[in-house]
């Protein structure tokens, strides 16, 4: 059993920041990959970014360069420090991890983001 809890979305003008942490909770597992995805409305989701447990990135190439994604492993928790934000930031961002030693993901709720202009 895990569970995601996201936080750190809200509603700031372009050119601002905000910063994302997606916090698993629960017992017996291990994290391999965690990261980001965003859905805005009408639009497909999309990978904005993850990392490897051993520290690999890997990074839309829009958010590139103004985002960057981080984790804590003792902490479970993976963060996404946002800057230079765009309107086409806006869209709900979902947490997503994979389990060492299991098949699927997990989802959390979703945070969502919305850059005014």
């Known amino acids: 059993q895990v569970q995601l809890v996201e936080s750190g979305g809200g509603l700031v003008q372009a050119g601002g920041s905000l910063r994302l942490s997606c916090a698993a909770s629960?017992?017996?597992?291990?994290?391999?990959?965690m990261g980001w995805y965003r859905q805005a409305p009408g639009k497909q989701r999309e990978l904005v970014a993850y990392?490897?447990?051993?520290?690999?990135?890997n990074y839309g190439y829009v958010e590139k360069g103004r985002f960057t994604i981080s984790r804590d492993n003792a902490k479970n928790t993976v963060y996404l420090q946002m800057n230079s934000l765009k309107p086409e930031d806006t869209a709900i961002y979902y947490c997503?991890?994979?389990?060492?030693?299991?098949?699927?993901?997990?989802w959390g709720q979703g945070t969502q983001v919305t850059v005014s202009s």
């Open positions: 629960g017992s017996g597992f291990t994290i391999n990959v």
């Open positions: 997503n991890v994979n389990l060492l030693g299991r098949r699927g993901d997990y």
């Open positions: 990392v490897t447990r051993g520290g690999a990135l």
